[in-house]
């Protein structure tokens, strides 16, 4: 009876992963680890699979796509971009919707991908240490968007970096009760965004000195409906903002709409700024936190081929730059005592006496 791959991870001391990676040509595995693993191998006889076979040649053509929900403007933007690289070097998308925790499980348990795909690409959900196991044990090129994850190829923004950029807009026009609304406390799936970005709101209301408001802290589910059933809320509240940070711009749009429906005036009012730079976006006249979403598509579909045509040996990691787009949901507000005073320069931008948030 031929050895297993098993038999040969526990006779060359290493995981059942690290063996399916050395075997097939895979990076990520020293020289030394692989030369041993290749002994183990043939001292036991052992035989990789046709469907192995076929998974190191790439006769698959298909690249593995995990994602939380298909529904998601996000997912769907990162998707396109994804597809148009893989098909232009003649690769088909296979997509996988966990949808929730009991159909994350049920994924991880099963891993349909097995024999399927020459290739896996994760968007935005973080891995358990069990959950990357199962993945590495497919001994193909892995690669995340919106995540940061060791062992894999990586894009992602710095989503602290560009709501804080979105606070101190506000900060720098006057605003000092300034409302959020976002994921809330619960991080379904693991999401790092909604809690980075949240974390980021609170850490630039404790450099300006102002107090924590719960009234001022509501979950939009990142939903525009979420957004809008948010913002009907805080009109209700004691006291009005003058101004909404919104951790997406489809609960940016949501709350854009119930502001309306109130009979409010955007900005003269509320300020209101958003996060993505969502199509919509412009046509709305919303200002906003713009990252490539498409653009960090494409970049890890490039970093999927450059691995399985072997250009690559090590997973990059690559941070893309957000960018403040300021359109007209924004102004100083009509009245504030807690007004940090802005002086225009020569060129026309606005600095203030802020502290460095």
């Known amino acids: 009876m031929a050895a297993s791959q098993a038999e040969v991870a526990q006779r060359a001391g290493v995981s059942t992963a690290t063996v399916s990676r050395a075997l097939r040509g895979l990076p990520r595995v020293s020289e030394t680890t692989r030369a041993r693993i290749v002994d183990a191998a043939r001292?036991?006889?052992?035989?990789?699979?046709?469907?192995?076979?076929?998974?190191?040649?790439?006769?698959?053509?298909?690249?593995?796509?995990?994602?939380?929900?298909?529904?998601?403007?996000?997912?769907?933007?990162?998707?396109?971009?994804?597809?148009?690289?893989?098909?232009?070097?003649?690769?088909?998308?296979?997509?996988?919707?966990?949808?929730?925790?009991n159909g994350r499980a049920r994924f991880f348990e099963e891993m349909p991908l097995r024999g399927r795909v020459d290739a896996v690409l994760l968007l935005a959900l973080p891995l358990t240490p069990g959950e990357f196991e199962r993945l590495s044990e497919l001994g193909v090129p892995l690669a995340a968007v919106g995540l940061d994850e060791q062992g894999m190829g990586c894009v992602r923004i710095d989503d602290a970096a560009g709501a804080k950029t979105a606070m101190r807009h506000l900060a720098t026009l006057g605003h000092r009760d300034i409302a959020f609304i976002g994921g809330g406390t619960g991080t379904p799936l693991g999401f790092r965004a909604p809690v980075e970005r949240r974390a980021a709101y609170f850490a630039v209301r404790r450099c300006l000195a102002v107090d924590d408001d719960p009234e001022f802290d509501l979950d939009g589910g990142f939903t525009l409906n979420g957004g809008q059933a948010a913002m009907t809320r805080l009109l209700s509240a004691r006291r009005l903002p003058t101004a909404v940070f919104a951790a997406s711009d489809e609960m940016a749009f949501g709350a854009l709409r119930a502001i309306r429906r109130s009979g409010l005036h955007v900005p003269r009012d509320i300020s209101l700024i958003g996060f993505d730079d969502h199509e919509m976006a412009d046509l709305l006249d919303l200002t906003t936190i713009a990252q490539p979403v498409v653009q960090q598509g494409q970049a890890a579909g490039r970093m999927l081929i450059t691995q399985l045509t072997g250009e690559t040996t090590e997973p990059e990691a690559v941070v893309v730059p957000t960018e403040l787009i300021i359109r007209g949901t924004t102004a100083p507000p009509t009245t504030s005592t807690t007004r940090s005073p802005a002086v225009t320069t020569p060129h026309g931008e606005q600095v203030s006496n802020l502290p460095a948030c």
């Not at 052992?46 to 593995?64: D, E, F, I, N």
């Not at 998601?72 to 990162?78: D, P």
């Open 43 to 101: 001292e036991l006889g052992y035989v990789a699979s046709p469907a192995a076979s076929q998974l190191a040649t790439g006769r698959t053509r298909t690249v593995g796509v995990v994602v939380p929900f298909v529904d998601r403007w996000f997912f769907g933007r990162v998707i396109a971009g994804a597809e148009a690289v893989l098909r232009e070097a003649g690769f088909n998308l296979l997509l996988y919707s966990v949808g929730d925790e």
